[in-house]
């Protein structure tokens, strides 16, 4: 109960409504507490004592304190009774003023406030939850690893994480029953390091980590992940483990996982052809097309039929595979009915989108599988290729693939062509002239190709002709028809059709490689440099534009780009004995003995038969003075070019020059036999029995006089036969230079006393006078006919295509 005093003092503060009842609107606004009465503070000389000194700090009185103004002091007692302390702080006021502070009454003085203090907890429950987290994070930093190609981090990652999950584990033992451990956690960790195993290719230790989640009966969908060991076990070739593990886990997957179910059983029937046991494959792709009929399903099942000869079900399995649904619709609906722009707008929108290239892609599909089984099963299924080709045509015609019977069509041409069946490939191609223009194209191209091959030459631009008016925008069409314009040798006009080409197909090899060789013909080698520059981009392991590029290099006086190019190509071609005689000639042109005899030797590896090739390389160990090597070469070129005596000769000198001069007077014999009425030979047997002192050095003289008087009569009628024809003929077109043999006699008949036996002191003279191709040669000038040659090759190769309709 509150006492008689309380009860005054709080009568004193309350006020009464007044008694009239009139609405006073603005009575009360000046009536307030005189507690709150702070302006004559300064005069309150209670107030005033307890600020300047410490008397209001005091933390109890026991003496109630009232200012002059009536108000009661702040936590004092008053009447018995303790007054709760009022809200000081807001006005400024605090227990630590002095005198002389300023008035802040946000505080603003004391700075910014300190930054929160982080809650620290050293529970165990608090470290398992951070090692939980951190395993986490380790388990997902190990997946981006592995979708980054980092396969060795995104291991080490995994290895990390079950590491840490073994010790979370551990912890948790120690303070919780079994049933609050995270089996969700552990079995994302052991699948997630098997996976890292498997992308290692650490089988072993996927399949051991597999087998610890399949043994745990607490992970209660282990058992699919067989299907995960199946795929090790295919992958080792282990085919019957395999099968196993994969019929495991279909046996524990329920009915409602359908698609899944028919996955696994494609695997069993790719593992039963693996092992060759169709029957049992069949009886797996038969079920699934049962069920759900798939394209790679019924593909694999003609290919069994096809493996065990049964023509009958190849056919019934090729209409079941023609008959799957794809699920793709009509192109119709891409095609607008009226002029709303709108519409136009949309249609135009989802003709590109991600939905219609899946749909493209899945139709593609589908085409491609259904042309490789009628290639595969038309000479199976009939007793000709033409008759079982012709059912596969039927009977696509008949389905919803009605498009594509005319691609079979240009197929089977094709095929014959593979066969060298090229009268049946024209008849064919030819049945395609009254179609629709894109087929009338395709078949056109192709026999256009043809005629090329067989160089008839009208009939190709014909066909060439009907190609592009059929489809203008047909790059295959367009370089065919160059093809026919640059073999007609209007290169200029060549080349604007392969521009063109290259306009509707920016892609198209072939017409970019033949733009470069038209424009290498017109000698505007920039353009040409730079096509080639362009295909190789493209194309940067092809042996042809390497090639080129190094002959176009070689043609702008630049060798040491051109030995860079013929270095990328050998490491193409390595074997190719052309491209290193080539590149043998580059370094010898630029003084690199060493290197040009390697080049020129593994050359002469490869192809022991080219004559040059030899030819430099006796020269070489000549040079070296390594006569007996020589021998080697020489040999075999004679062995080539029999009919040539000039190889012999250099054999015969090798050993003259190697000083077995028994061997070389023995093979000047040889040679005498075979060409009785060679001038060299005989001053070389005369010369050698002249040294050796021989009895039959009078015979040799006597026949060297013979032959040398048949060889000047001889020349006589070649040269008044040249004089008689010099009026019709060019300037230099005869045999200007004659043989080299014919020029080395001429060298000889200046040596004096040609009928007197030779003596030793004339050796040198002889020497010097025979100028057989064993010292340093002359170079040889790349013949233009030589270099055309190779061009043709090359051009030949690309010039004429084999184009299929896309």
């Known amino acids: 109960m509150k006492t008689g005093s309380q009860a005054k003092k709080m009568m004193q503060n309350a006020h009464l409504a007044p008694e009239n009842n009139e609405d006073d609107l603005y009575s009360g606004y000046n009536d307030y507490n005189p507690m709150f009465d702070t302006e004559d503070l300064e005069n309150d000389v209670a107030f005033q004592q307890a600020a300047r000194t410490s008397h209001g700090r005091r933390s109890s009185s026991k003496a109630t304190l009232t200012s002059s103004m009536g108000r009661p002091m702040t936590a004092t007692i008053q009447d018995g009774v303790s007054r709760p ?45 951070q090692l939980e987290k951190k395993v986490n994070e380790l388990v997902e930093e190990s997946c981006v690893a592995n979708s980054c190609g980092d396969l060795k981090l995104a291991l080490e990652k995994a290895k990390e994480a079950g590491r840490q999950e073994r010790e979370l584990l551990r912890q948790r033992e120690q303070i919780a029953p079994p049933e609050s451990i995270n089996l969700d956690l552990t079995y994302t960790v052991l699948l997630n390091l098997a996976s890292q195993y498997v992308a290692n290719e650490m089988y072993a230790e996927a399949l051991t980590t597999y087998q610890v989640i399949v043994k745990n009966k607490m992970f209660s969908n282990g ?32 009915s409602s996982h359908k698609q899944m179910r028919i996955k696994i059983m494609e695997n069993i029937g790719v593992a039963f052809i693996k092992t060759g046991q169709y029957v049992d494959a069949i009886s797996s792709f038969e079920e699934i097309m049962s069920i759900s009929p798939n394209l790679k399903a019924g593909f694999n099942l003609i290919l069994c039929y096809f493996a065990i000869g049964n023509g009958e079900q190849m056919k019934k399995a090729f209409k079941n595979l023609i008959e799957v649904p794809l699920g793709v619709d009509c192109e119709d609906k891409y095609i607008s009915l009226n002029d709303d722009l709108h519409t136009n707008l949309l249609i135009e929108a989802i003709k590109n989108d991600s939905l219609s290239q899946i749909e493209r892609d899945r139709k593609s599909l589908a085409e491609e599988y259904i042309m490789t089984a009628a290639k595969l099963i038309a000479p199976a299924i009939e007793t000709s290729f033409a008759v079982g080709y012709d059912w596969c045509v039927d009977a696509v015609k008949a389905s919803h693939y009605v498009e594509l019977a005319n691609d079979l069509e240009i197929n089977k041409a094709t095929t014959y062509l593979r066969q060298q069946n090229f009268n049946q490939a024209l008849e064919t191609l030819k049945m395609f002239e009254k179609k629709d223009s894109r087929v009338k194209s395709a078949a056109a191209t192709n026999l256009s190709f043809l005629y090329y091959l067989g160089n008839e030459l009208e009939q190709a631009t014909n066909y060439a002709d009907l190609a592009v008016n059929s489809d203008r925008y047909n790059p295959a069409a367009l370089t065919n028809k160059g093809n026919t314009v640059f073999a007609n040798g209007d290169c200029e006009k060549a080349a604007e059709f392969y521009k063109e080409a290259l306009r509707n197909d920016s892609l198209c090899t072939e017409a970019l490689y033949n733009l470069g060789l038209a424009y290498k013909k017109l000698n505007r080698i920039d353009e040409a440099l730079d096509c080639f520059l362009k295909l190789h981009a493209i194309l940067p392991n092809s042996a042809q534009v390497l090639y080129q590029l190094a002959s176009i290099y070689q043609i702008m006086e630049d060798p040491s780009q051109a030995i860079e190019w013929l270095l990328q190509l050998i490491s193409v071609v390595p074997t190719d004995p052309h491209v290193l005689s080539k590149l043998g000639n580059l370094y010898d042109t630029e003084g690199d003995k060493s290197q040009a005899f390697h080049y020129y030797c593994e050359s002469y590896r490869y192809f022991p038969s080219n004559i040059e090739v030899i ?47 028994q061997k070389a007077l023995e093979k000047y014999k040889v040679i005498h036999r075979k060409f009785p009425e060679n001038v060299e030979c005989l001053r070389f047997l005369v010369r050698l029995c002249t040294d050796m002192g021989l009895k039959e050095v009078q015979e040799y003289i006597t026949k060297l006089k013979k032959a040398e008087k048949l060889k000047e009569i001889k020349e006589q009628r070649i040269k008044s036969g040249r004089e008689g024809s010099a009026r019709s003929r060019k300037e230099g077109s005869g045999d200007s230079g004659g043989t080299k043999g014919e020029r080395l006699s001429a060298k000889l008949k200046a040596l004096p006393g040609t009928s007197e036996p030779y003596e030793s002191s004339s050796s040198k003279e002889i020497d010097a006078s025979y100028a057989d191709p064993l010292g340093p040669q002359p170079e040889r000038p790349k013949t233009a006919a030589r270099k055309r040659t190779e061009e043709d090759d090359f051009a030949d190769e690309e010039l004429g295509e084999d184009l299929l309709p896309e």
Do not use: H
């Open 223 to 254: 058992g699919i992940l067989k299907v995960n060991m199946g795929n090790i076990y295919l992958k080792q070739r282990n085919y019957s483990k395999a099968i196993k593990f994969y019929r495991m886990a279909l046996d524990q997957i329920t």
């Open 615 to 661: 030819e430099w390389l006796g020269a070489y160990y000549i040079d070296t003075q390594f006569c007996e090597k020589a021998i080697e070469y020489f040999e075999r070129a004679a062995l080539i070019l029999p009919t040539q005596v000039k190889w012999q000769l250099m054999v015969a000198s090798c050993y003259r020059r190697s000083g077995n001069y």
């Open 85 to 129: 302390m009022t809200a000081v702080q807001a006005a400024g006021y605090t227990k630590a003023a002095v005198r002389g502070s300023s008035f802040d009454p946000l505080g603003q003085a004391r700075g910014p406030a300190s930054p929160l203090e982080k809650k620290t907890s050293d529970s165990l429950e608090e470290k398992m939850r």
